[in-house]
């Protein structure tokens, strides 16, 4: 991990800079879940910031280290500070929320509300088709001295990335990320994926994630692009299953005890 950051800091410092910073602001709402009560629809209302803490750094910190291959080009310096920027925003308001014990997400009810929970979406919605931009660069730039599985874990890592982040749309339309039943319904522990419905994130999560775990397999433990893009492929299957089993109101596990049955928990704010 050493060697991956101090490479990271000489290719891209604002990236590796802002990963830290999100990394300890992680760190820190860890340690607020287990000094505060503050509840938002059933689960400590800091769980939230830390996770997009978390995802954020590994985002920018992948794109930074991709983006070493289109050296200090123009369009990755203009993407580093565009990512710091629209991540920044999403992340500082999910954490002011998350402070007043208020929904960041899917909140529309107050007009400030409504306009800001567009504002993220709309910064969601950049950082991601900026992302898939860097992708068609790496794609036409001269890839050849690195392992061919390597570079093909990249371009559908991206792809999928891209693709499964504007299926937050389907949540954003619905005002909501539970199918068949409502937000806050007993949860997977940290995650708090729905034990008892369909849950719309998990797929999110699946297809963001490709963006690490596909170079990753190619890397590592694929050696044949070929193999690699079939692997790709079932992967994406495999998550596009996940998104329809939540469509259709299925949570990802069978309900395995009388517990899951339990009506909601009312009294969580937001």
């Known amino acids: 991990m050493k060697p991956f950051l101090q490479q990271l800091n000489q290719v891209n410092p604002p990236l590796y800079a802002f990963g830290w910073v999100c990394l300890l602001g992680a760190g820190l709402c860890l340690v607020l879940t287990q000094l505060t009560h503050t509840q938002v629809m059933g689960v400590n209302a800091w769980y ?152 719309l994130r998990i797929a999110h999560f699946l297809g963001m994630h490709a963006l690490q775990v596909l170079p990753l397999l190619g890397f590592y433990v694929i050696r044949s692009s070929r193999w690699l893009v079939v692997m790709s492929l079932c992967y994406a299957l495999l998550t596009a299953a996940v998104f329809w089993q939540a469509l259709r109101g299925k949570p990802l596990l069978p309900r395995v005890n009388s517990s899951d049955q339990s009506p909601p928990n009312r009294l969580t704010s937001g």
């Open 48 to 199: 939230k910031p830390m996770k997009f803490c978390l995802s954020t750094t590994l985002l920018v910190w992948t794109m930074g280290w991709y983006g070493q291959y289109l050296g200090r080009s123009e369009a990755m310096v203009a993407y580093s500070w565009g990512m710091i920027g629209l991540l920044g925003f999403e992340i500082i308001y999910i954490v002011l929320q998350a402070g007043r014990g208020q929904l960041s997400h899917f909140n529309v009810s107050t007009p400030l509300y409504a306009g800001l929970y567009s504002l993220m979406a709309i910064a969601a919605t950049g950082a991601s088709l900026w992302t898939g931009y860097i992708g068609l660069l790496l794609f036409r730039a001269d890839l050849s001295a690195l392992p061919r599985a390597y570079v093909w874990g990249i371009y559908w890592g991206i792809g999928l990335f891209v693709l499964f982040s504007m299926q937050g749309f389907a949540m954003g339309g619905r005002l909501t990320h539970t199918i068949g039943g409502p937000d806050g319904s007993p949860g997977l522990p940290i995650v708090n994926w729905s034990r008892r419905y369909g849950d």
